[in-house]
């Protein structure tokens, strides 16, 4: 049940940002990908770099590495993670390999990690291949291109 309101929460949010951004100023509008059109090319990126991907409701593809010990986060947890995110193209676009450079709020971060953190626990690790609508969506962000697809590999280390 929880995680259908994320899902539907997260679907929400997209929905909303994408009307305030077509309603705002025309010049700048966007089209968010639905996940469902980016399928293929995550199964195929998932294949080709041995990822044996599960995925949920909401299109996020996710493996789990070590499911960790203890309790899982939730959105109001703060987090430390050890993290590597890439395009699919393999260029690394962030990481940080220190965790308390992060302690960051989960309900903060991009609608992929508020749905794959709470599938691990401390000391889990876990990686997920994101839709586009899951990431960054239709807007550049940095050196992430709008429409990315997303991979990262991330560690919880601690949450709080």
Not at 80 to 90: D, F, H, R, S, V
Not at 125 to 144: E, F, H, Q, T
Request: contains cysteine; charged residues 20%; glycine residues 8%.
């Amino acid at each position: 049940m929880v995680k259908k309101i994320i899902v539907l929460f997260s679907m929400v949010l997209l929905a909303f940002s994408s009307w305030h951004c077509n309603k705002s100023n025309p010049e700048t509008t966007c089209t968010v990908v639905p996940p469902a059109d980016e399928e293929q090319a995550i199964l195929a990126y998932n294949t080709a770099n041995n990822i044996n991907g599960i995925k949920d409701e909401s299109g996020l593809y996710y493996e789990i590495i070590n499911p960790g010990t203890g309790g899982t986060p939730n959105l109001n947890s703060l987090i430390e993670i050890k993290y590597t995110g890439k395009l699919t193209n393999g260029t690394v676009f962030d990481s940080q390999s220190d965790p308390k450079k992060t302690g960051w709020a989960l309900r903060s971060l991009i609608p992929g990690w508020q749905i794959a953190i709470p599938k691990i626990k401390k000391g889990g690790k876990i990686k997920m291949v994101l839709p586009s609508a899951l990431g960054y969506g239709c807007r550049d962000n940095g050196n992430i291109p709008a429409n990315s697809i997303l991979f990262f590999e991330v560690e919880l280390v601690e949450f709080y």
